[in-house]
């Protein structure tokens, strides 16, 4: 089955410094989502990319899918003391199932 | 406003006790989702809702079972629950495949 892998499990950063988490898919997705999780919370949607290459901008965060939409990473330019929490990808297949979620990467940031 | 609403929010059972959670939502999605998540792990799919076709996963233990007896509602029964099914259970809906929406989850506590 389709396996979504995220890499690195843990990062911690100075507040300030960059930080980009990566997500690889075993098989060709149709797209991927970006979640984020704070502590003791719920994963909340941050964002959808569909196409080939494409690239979205929200705020310090910027979302590229890969061009042979395999893989996908997210980059927070910096780092806040808000931007602490678990960043979770998901991938949807091409058949339209459900998503596969990555195993998150969680984002600790020194003040 | 809340949109997925989960209740209660802290469970405490007895090992081997049934207990069922539950999930509302004001959204009329077709798909809702049980995810299992335990510390500083991914959430893990236990099964969907898709309208009103179950979908289990493979390896979703038997001991869990749900229920969806309308669109808005759907229900998390642990028939004999042990200590390793200390979690929290997170539920989710969406439109199709698409955004997936996550209510703010129940802690279980199993004694």
């Known amino acids: 089955g389709q396996q979504v892998m995220q890499i690195p499990q843990y990062q911690h950063v100075q507040e300030g410094e960059d930080f980009t988490t990566y997500c690889n898919s075993s098989?060709?997705?149709?797209?991927i989502q970006w979640y984020k999780q704070r502590p003791g919370g719920h994963p909340v949607f941050l964002i959808q990319?569909?196409?080939?290459?494409e690239v979205k901008k929200q705020k310090r965060l910027t979302f590229q899918f890969g061009e042979a939409k395999k893989n996908s990473s997210l980059h927070i330019t910096a780092t806040q003391t808000t931007d602490v929490g678990t960043y979770f990808c998901?991938?949807?297949?091409?058949?339209?199932?459900?998503?596969?979620f990555g195993g998150g990467t969680r984002l600790m940031v020194k003040p | 406003d809340a949109m997925v609403i989960q209740n209660p929010r802290y469970q405490v059972t007895q090992f081997g006790k049934p207990v069922t959670l539950s999930c509302s939502q004001t959204?009329?999605?077709?798909?809702m989702y049980w995810y299992q998540q335990k510390s500083s792990q991914a959430p893990k799919l236990l099964f969907h809702y898709y309208d009103k076709d179950f979908n289990n996963e493979a390896d979703t233990p038997d001991n869990f079972q749900s229920r969806r007896p309308n669109t808005s509602f759907c229900f998390l029964d642990i028939r004999s629950p042990g200590l390793g099914d200390a979690a929290m259970y997170l539920c989710?809906?969406?439109?199709?495949?698409?955004?997936?929406?996550f209510g703010a989850g129940t802690r279980l506590s199993v004694l």
């Open positions: 990319l569909v196409k080939s290459g």
């Open positions: 998901a991938g949807g297949n091409n058949a339209g199932n459900m998503l596969t």
């Open positions: 098989t060709t997705l149709s797209n």
């Open positions: 989710a809906t969406s439109a199709r495949w698409n955004i997936q929406y």
């Open positions: 959204l009329n999605h077709n798909v």
